[in-house]
């Protein structure tokens, strides 16, 4: 069974801080993403990677930056946290390239950020 | 207009019932549909692909009609295990591979 970690469940930092979401997947996934989830607004994708040391911007990844030096792990930093990324923060990982193979994401159980 | 449309419910239906929903999806060469299931305070996981012939999983029913850009799903004999967000999943094909839009939801309560 595919596991996607979360380094913390719940975080909460002060406006201006650097943090650091930290994601591991344990089945050898190529793909890895970010997403925040916000009431009314759904999933919404900050960054993926589809490989070591590539990343690609999602629709929201202003304020966000990644990093994969490894195959299983994927970080999410805030530079400089704000009040407007209070948010829930979810990981997830694929098996491969592409969506014509319908492989699902699988997910972290997230972590409940909170910038005050 | 949202890319991916669903009704936020809260559907609220007694066990045993059938009850669908539907989503919208506004780009028309999307090729990859998917319903998730996310329980309150928990990750969501995929409940279904969605083919373009139409599936179906034990209880659960899944149809994509193309000319009106909707996708369905159908529960029937309803559980109080079915109460849920239920989330429709749709590619963004301008997006490259692996874009994946998530519509708000629609929240489902069974009572007994």
């Known amino acids: 069974d595919v596991k996607v970690t979360q380094s913390s469940r719940y975080l909460v930092k002060r406006t201006g801080e650097k943090v650091f979401l930290e994601c591991v997947q344990d089945?050898?996934?190529?793909?890895m993403f970010w997403y925040r989830q916000d009431p009314g607004l759904g999933l919404r994708l900050i960054y993926f990677?589809?490989?070591?040391?590539?990343?690609e911007k999602g629709d929201i990844p202003e304020g966000y930056s990644v990093s994969r030096e490894k195959k299983e792990r994927f970080s999410l930093i805030l530079e400089s946290a704000s009040t407007n990324q209070t948010s829930m923060y979810l990981c997830?990982?694929?098996?491969?390239?592409?969506?014509?193979?319908?492989?699902?994401?699988?997910f972290g159980n997230g972590t409940r950020l909170t910038v005050t | 207009r949202k890319e991916v449309e669903q009704d936020p419910g809260p559907f609220n239906v007694p066990e045993g019932a059938t009850v669908a929903f539907n989503c919208t999806y506004s780009n028309s060469a999307s090729q990859s549909f998917f319903w998730y299931r996310q329980d309150c305070r928990k990750e969501p996981k995929l409940l279904m692909s969605v083919y373009s012939s139409g599936n179906e999983d034990g209880r659960f029913t899944a149809q994509l009609n193309r000319a009106s850009q909707y996708i369905s799903l159908l529960i029937r004999d309803s559980k109080l295990s079915d109460s849920a967000t239920y989330l429709c999943?749709?590619?963004?094909?301008?997006?490259?591979?692996?874009?994946?839009?998530f519509g708000a939801g629609t929240r489902l309560a069974v009572h007994p």
């Open positions: 990677s589809y490989d070591v040391k590539m990343k």
């Open positions: 089945m050898d996934h190529e793909n």
């Open positions: 999943v749709v590619n963004d094909p301008s997006g490259g591979y692996n874009k994946l839009i």
């Open positions: 997830a990982s694929r098996r491969e390239r592409g969506v014509k193979y319908n492989s699902p994401l699988h």
